[in-house]
């Protein structure tokens, strides 16, 4: 362990303040966020963060290089706008977990509320519980896999992202439709699975949903 | 914003400690709203003795030995009284309802913050921290307390304006978020007798619910009722003396986090309201899904859940 802070003694934005470091590297742990907002955001460094407790909103959000561990739950927009790197919560992740998210892994061990993936860039998710209504919402890149159960509207208004589901989904959100699982979407889930630590899955168990193209123009009479 | 706080104490050694979780847990909230706060505390001895209706009368500009007399004198029954910061709680062997009526006679303008036999409500301006002090919030006692701190949106800073609106007996509800079609649904209670005592968009849903438990609803019937008939956003926390409640709108963007023990069950805008209280390792600690109504009754003391 490189370093290790304490959030009962040591006021966040040092805590912060020493995560953005030049040059950092190594493992830092960081103990008692007793859901504090905005723990370790914003690095940008080849480090491995482990948050010991429940985080609030945008833990590990902006994240850069870094490999963040969360043992425990994140409230709303964990991960938000991720660029590259590994983000993992052990527990329930609260609504809009890796919105905009533009690279990297972002696992969810838990539930993911609503709004997982909202607006994804390029980030890819797997939850390993279930995800609440209008996940991926308008998703533009990137790939969510979803263990469990999607919510209503799963994909609403959604651009190029991939989207894979082992349970049951409530209701598709607007141009969102149901696809072929050819070969490449197999091995591609396969690869996802694995880097998540679900290799266990048969990804044949698994629905792929995605854009039926038709909002990409206006028409008058679009019916959405 | 405005943040809500609620806990619903199961383990009876744990109700001398009601006030100081309960302040923990409104103080953490501050940040969400701080132009004012408010409580509601179920079983405080001193507060609501048992026994006794009580009733909380905020601002109002006479002495608690003055109210006690003219209550006494209206009812032909000793009636206590001690002042609480800016508010007066009086309590006395009566009927609530009776109670009520006695002291809107006397006094037409006063702002009732809440009344029934095990219900005491403080609100007021200011800092969530300033206020909970002046109410000497940490001693209070009881098996359930709620709170919230307010940033204003839809009506004016004033103790009217803030939460918890307590408007019918024993009953508590406060809310994040907003009502956009309250002004309909406040003309067409206005039309069947409801009266209101400010311009804010909770104090319609207060006064929904209220109407429909009057009228023989449960509370799961009148919060479904609820959910059909307001637009807006909202998470609410909805007490009785035996039943603590929450619903979120369809869309859910108002955080809500519910933690629940063998000890008690807690309900806050954000889990860092929750961090403090004893056992919350061992809690289990979730979302609610929007539009589930989350019950529990003191009774029966087990979750009801229902879509």
């Known amino acids: ?181 050819g070969p490449e979407h197999l091995e591609e889930l396969t690869g996802l699975l694995k880097a998540a630590g679900y290799e266990d899955d048969d990804p044949a168990s698994y629905k792929r949903y995605g854009s039926a193209r038709t909002l990409y123009h206006f028409h008058a009479d679009n019916t959405y | 914003m405005c943040g809500i706080v609620g806990l619903h104490l199961r383990n009876p050694e744990l109700y001398p400690r009601l006030g100081e979780l309960l302040t923990g847990m409104l103080c953490e909230m501050e940040d969400r709203g701080s132009d004012s706060a408010g409580i509601a505390v179920y079983g405080d001895p001193g507060w609501s003795p048992a026994g006794q209706s009580s009733i909380s009368l905020i601002d109002l500009d006479v002495p608690a030995e003055e109210a006690a007399r003219a209550l006494s004198g209206a009812l032909g029954t000793e009636v206590t009284a001690t002042a609480v910061d800016n508010s007066v709680l009086a309590h006395g062997h009566v009927d609530a309802q009776a109670l009520l009526a006695a002291a809107k006679a006397l006094y037409p303008h006063v702002l009732v913050g809440g009344f029934g036999e095990d219900l005491a409500v403080l609100k007021g301006v200011g800092s969530p921290r300033v206020l909970a002090e002046a109410w000497g919030l940490e001693r209070a006692q009881g098996w359930q307390g709620v709170g919230h701190t307010r940033m204003a949106t839809e009506s004016a800073v004033t103790p009217g304006g803030a939460h918890p609106y307590a408007v019918g007996p024993d009953q508590c509800l406060v809310h994040n978020g907003s009502f956009s079609n309250h002004a309909t649904i406040r003309r067409d209670l206005r039309a069947a007798g409801v009266e209101f005592d400010s311009e804010n968009d909770t104090e319609v849903g207060a006064r929904f619910v209220a109407h429909e438990l009057a009228e023989g609803a449960d509370v799961e019937t009148a919060l479904t009722d609820l959910t059909t008939t307001f637009d807006g956003f909202y998470t609410l926390l909805v007490s009785n003396r035996d039943s603590f409640a929450v619903v979120r709108d369809a869309i859910a963007c108002k955080p809500a986090v519910i933690a629940e023990t063998d000890d008690w069950v807690a309900m806050a805008s954000e889990f860092r309201a929750l961090a403090h209280l004893p056992g919350i390792d061992q809690a289990r600690i979730w979302e609610p899904e929007p539009e589930v109504i989350y019950a529990w009754t003191r009774s029966a003391d087990r979750e009801e859940v229902l879509v």
Request: charged letters at 15%; proline letters at 2%; glycine letters at 14%.
């Open chain 1, 1 to 181: 362990m490189t370093a290790a802070f304490d959030l009962a003694l040591t006021p966040l934005r040092e805590v912060n303040a020493a995560l953005h470091a030049d040059g950092l590297e190594g493992e830092i742990l960081v103990q008692n966020p007793r859901g504090a907002h905005n723990v370790a955001v914003g690095l940008n460094a080849p480090v491995k963060v482990t948050i010991q407790g429940h985080c609030g909103y945008y833990a590990a959000a902006m994240s850069q290089q870094a490999e963040v561990t969360i043992e425990g739950n994140a409230g709303q927009g964990v991960a938000e706008n991720m660029m590259s790197g590994v983000v993992h919560v052990t527990g329930n992740a609260s609504q809009s977990a890796g919105a905009t998210g533009r690279g990297g892994l972002l696992v969810i061990d838990g539930d993911a509320a609503a709004r997982c993936g909202i607006s994804l860039k390029g980030l890819d998710i797997v939850v390993g519980g279930s995800v609440g209504h209008m996940s991926a919402f308008m998703a533009q890149r990137g790939r969510l896999v979803v263990r469990g159960d999607a919510g209503d509207a799963l994909g609403d208004s959604i651009y190029e992202a991939r989207l894979y589901v082992r349970g049951s989904v409530s209701s598709l959100g607007a141009d969102c439709v149901e696809k072929e699982m």
